[in-house]
């Protein structure tokens, strides 16, 4: 039987990783925008960005997996 808290974590890891795909996909369109002077600027921000959704993404699978399981 899927827990109470289990389902809480796993709603919480889904809100994080909206969050954080939302600011990639920001990040990325704004890196259009910019004058190819700060190019380099922008693409460390996709970078982060990209790193914080590829972890949210890596934990929202850690909790669906829980949740799966029953625990």
């Given at each position: 039987?899927?827990?109470?808290?289990?389902?809480?974590?796993?709603?919480?890891?889904?809100?994080?990783?909206?969050?954080?795909?939302?600011?990639?996909?920001?990040?990325?369109?704004?890196?259009?925008?910019?004058?190819?002077v700060?190019?380099?600027?922008?693409?460390?921000?996709?970078?982060?960005?990209?790193?914080?959704?590829?972890?949210?993404?890596?934990?929202?699978?850690?909790?669906?997996?829980?949740?799966?399981?029953?625990?």
């Amino acid at each position: 039987m899927i827990q109470d808290h289990t389902i809480d974590q796993t709603l919480i890891e889904l809100v994080r990783t909206m969050k954080a795909l939302k600011a990639l996909r920001a990040a990325r369109r704004d890196k259009k925008q910019v004058p190819p002077v700060y190019q380099d600027l922008m693409e460390s921000a996709v970078r982060r960005e990209h790193a914080a959704a590829t972890r949210a993404s890596m934990d929202l699978t850690r909790k669906l997996a829980d949740l799966r399981q029953g625990r």
